[in-house]
């Protein structure tokens, strides 16, 4: 089973990491995990005009290293595989289109990310992976 993960550093997407991990190693096959880092490429218009593309890419990876930091320790506590991607552009897009590109098998996200953005039940992100991705969702608190 092929296995993708939107992480953002949040205490849920780290809950969706421990949830994937404990399918993997439940089901005992060749599971393959893909943890996806997006950047919201909104907010770094403005910095893409007073700083060099060499410094935004060093600040994102330096973003993406802490967001994912403790995902990698956990799946690598397990004993688990993985690798991971880091995107820029709108969120819940670019992980649909990584869920969509036909090389999951499932998606496992998180409820509700580090957005400021809070709705009742559901995070936003969350709410249009779930109506967008073709694999099957499955939504961790």
């Given at each position: ?50 700083l060099s ?21 956990h799946l ?66």
């Amino acid at each position: 089973m092929r296995i993708l993960i939107p992480v953002d550093g949040s205490k849920s997407s780290l809950n969706a990491v421990k949830y994937a991990a404990k399918l993997a190693i439940s089901l005992r096959t060749n599971d393959s995990i893909t943890l996806v880092n997006v950047h919201d490429d909104h907010g770094l218009r403005r910095a893409k005009k007073i700083l060099s593309t060499a410094e935004i890419d060093d600040y994102l990876r330096a973003v993406s290293d802490e967001d994912l930091k403790a995902a990698r320790k956990h799946l690598t506590k397990e004993g688990l595989p993985f690798d991971a991607i880091v995107k820029q552009g709108h969120v819940s897009e670019e992980i649909v289109k990584t869920a969509n590109s036909g090389k999951f098998d499932i998606v496992v996200i998180g409820s509700k990310g580090r957005s400021g953005i809070m709705d009742l039940l559901i995070g936003s992100v969350t709410q249009k992976v779930v109506a967008s991705a073709k694999p099957p969702v499955v939504v961790v608190k």
